[in-house]
C-alpha cells in the first residue's frame, strides 16, 4: 500500500502533490533491478568515509533498515557499529508525524512496522547524523521519497543534524518536483561522487 493520501491545509497543493506522485509512480514502475553488488559496497564505502568526516565514533548515525528494492545497508550497519558507532533506525509513525529513532545492534529482533518497515526494540535515541532514503534527487539536494511526508518533518524537527541522501547515480533526476516543505540536502552521496548540492 501506497502512503494514503490525507489532505490538510499543511498539504502539497494539489497539483504539486500529482506531479510527485505522477514521478513516484514512473521511478517504481522503471525501478532498475536490485543495485550490483559492486555498487552497493562502492555507495557504501563513500558513506561510511562521509559519517568518518562528519562525526566521532561514540556519535548516533541513523540508517534505515532495506524496504523491497532498495539499497541494502545492513553491511553498513554492520561496519559503523564495529567503528564504535550507535545505529539507529526509524521506527515509522503514523502519517503526520516525524520518524522516531531506535538503537540497533547486529542480531537486534526487528519488529514489524507500517508500510512494510521494520525498526529494532532497542531504546530510543536522538541521531547526531542522518542518512536519509530517496527513490529520485536532483542536484539541488531535492529528493522525492515514499510520500510519507516524514523525512521533511523528522529533519526539521531535528535540525541542525548533519543529514545526507544517498542513492545510485541511476536515481539522480533533473529536477524534483518542490513544496514549501521541501527541504534540500545539503549532500547527495551516490557510489559514483559526493553531491555538494548548491555548491
Ligand atoms: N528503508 C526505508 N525505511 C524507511 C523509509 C524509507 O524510505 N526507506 N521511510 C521514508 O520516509 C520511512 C517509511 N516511509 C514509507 C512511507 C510509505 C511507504 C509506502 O507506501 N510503500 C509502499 C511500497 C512502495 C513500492 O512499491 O515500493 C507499500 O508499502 O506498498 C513506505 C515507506 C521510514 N523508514
Ligand atoms: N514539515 C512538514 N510539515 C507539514 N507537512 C509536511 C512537512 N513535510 C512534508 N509535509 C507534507 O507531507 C506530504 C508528503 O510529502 P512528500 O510527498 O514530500 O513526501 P516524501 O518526501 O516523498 O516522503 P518521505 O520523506 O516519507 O520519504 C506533503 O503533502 C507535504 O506537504
Do not use: N
Not at 501506497?2 to 499543511?10: E, G, M, N
Not at 514521478?23 to 563513500?46: D, K, Q, S, W
Not at 545492534?105 to 542518512?131: C, E, I, L, N
Request: aromatic share 6%; net charge positive; charged share 20%.
Amino acid at each position: 500500500m501506497v502512503a494514503p493520501h490525507v489532505s490538510s491545509p499543511d498539504s502539497d497543493p494539489p497539483v504539486l502533490a500529482a506531479a510527485k506522485a505522477d514521478l513516484r509512480r514512473r521511478l517504481m514502475a522503471g525501478r532498475a533491478p536490485p543495485a550490483a553488488a559492486h555498487a552497493r559496497e562502492a555507495l557504501c564505502r563513500r558513506m561510511l568515509g562521509c559519517v568518518r568526516d562528519a562525526v566521532p565514533a561514540g556519535a548516533a548515525v541513523a540508517a534505515v533498515w532495506p524496504l523491497p528494492g532498495e539499497i541494502d545497508l545492513r553491511a553498513l550497519c554492520a561496519h559503523l557499529h564495529d567503528d564504535g558507532y550507535r545505529v539507529l533506525l526509524p521506527e515509522t509513525p503514523p502519517r503526520g508525524q516525524a520518524l522516531r529513532f531506535r538503537l540497533w545492534r547486529p542480531g537486534a529482533r526487528m519488529v514489524p512496522g507500517r508500510f512494510g518497515t521494520a525498526h529494532p526494540d532497542g531504546p530510543a535515541g536522538r541521531p547526531d547524523f542522518v542518512f536519509v532514503p530517496l527513490l529520485a534527487f536532483d542536484r539541488r539536494g531535492f529528493r522525492l521519497g515514499y510520500g510519507g511526508g516524514y523525512y521533511d518533518r523528522t529533519l526539521a524537527g531535528l535540525a541542525p543534524v548533519p543529514a545526507m541522501g544517498y542513492g545510485l547515480a541511476a536515481q539522480e533526476v533533473p529536477e524534483v518536483p518542490t513544496g514549501r516543505h521541501d527541504i534540500p540536502l545539503p549532500v547527495v552521496v551516490t557510489e559514483r561522487e559526493t553531491i555538494r548540492c548548491g555548491a
